[in-house]
């Protein structure tokens, strides 16, 4: 397997106090590492058949995994009146700015406030690198939501600051201390592609159909057979 490199880089210098950014399967939010393997309905008592949580999703763990989180740098407190209005902040204005409805006309989310989070770390990726700046995947951070962006990190020698929704609702108070997870970011290889439309192999359909039937022995099928384990450090 070809191993690349991603920096990154303290734009305000070595010496400036920032949460660093870290794999993304280093830190599991305790929802999931608490959630069992097997659910079972009220009334249904082990050893009656339960229910496979997500736990054994192996896709899921997947997305929730790849990548690296940049945390969010400093201590973030927002609160939303009751009749929507912006009454309340509290954060380092050198680190969060804001963004203005005249900036995203007609977009759904033209209403919602939008916070513009500079970011203390320039990302270098290798040659053909880009890097996909994703809200967190299957992680459901309460409260913001970071629009996706798609940056050539390669090239651009700068940092890459993060636009996000505020989706606090009327009348709440949120508070995220530094070092909330905020942004995914996943490196991605640039490439051409073409699409085309190719009629289904129903061999090889259906052979892999019946491999992956829903019983015991090959409940961990596509874990055992199909995935790659990929490596983030």
């Known amino acids: 397997m070809t191993v690349e490199r991603i920096q990154f880089a303290p ?3 070595a010496d400036a106090d920032f949460p660093p950014p870290y794999p993304a399967h280093r830190v599991m939010p305790n929802w999931y590492k608490e959630m069992p393997a097997e659910n079972y309905a009220p009334g249904m008592q082990p ?3 339960g229910t496979r949580t997500v736990k054994n999703c192996i896709p899921f ?3 929730m995994t790849c ?4 945390p969010l740098a400093v201590d973030l407190k927002v609160t939303i009146g009751a009749n929507g209005e912006f009454v309340g902040d509290a954060y380092p ?3 969060v700015d804001v963004h203005t409805p005249q900036q995203v006309p007609g977009a759904p989310f033209e209403n919602n406030y939008l916070l513009k989070f500079v970011n203390p770390w320039l990302i270098q990726t290798p040659p053909g690198y880009s890097t996909l700046f994703l809200p967190l995947l299957n992680r459901f951070q309460p409260g913001l939501m970071p629009l996706a962006g798609l940056v050539e990190t390669d090239l651009f020698y700068r940092a890459v600051n993060f636009p996000t929704i505020v ?3 009327p009348g709440t108070t949120f508070t995220w201390p530094r ?3 905020l942004v995914q970011a996943l490196p991605v290889k640039r490439a051409e592609f073409h699409s085309e439309f190719v009629p289904l192999n129903v061999e090889k359909y259906n052979e892999t159909n019946e491999k992956t039937q829903h019983v015991p022995e090959n409940y961990n099928f596509y874990r055992d057979n199909i995935w790659e384990k ?4």
């Open 47 to 49: 050893p009656g058949e």
């Open 93 to 95: 204005r050198n680190l």
């Open 61 to 63: 763990l997947d997305a």
């Open 11 to 13: 734009v305000f210098g």
């Open 230 to 233: 990929k490596a983030y450090r």
């Open 179 to 181: 070092g909330t997870p």
């Open 67 to 70: 990548g690296y989180i940049i």
């Open 167 to 169: 989706t606090v609702q």
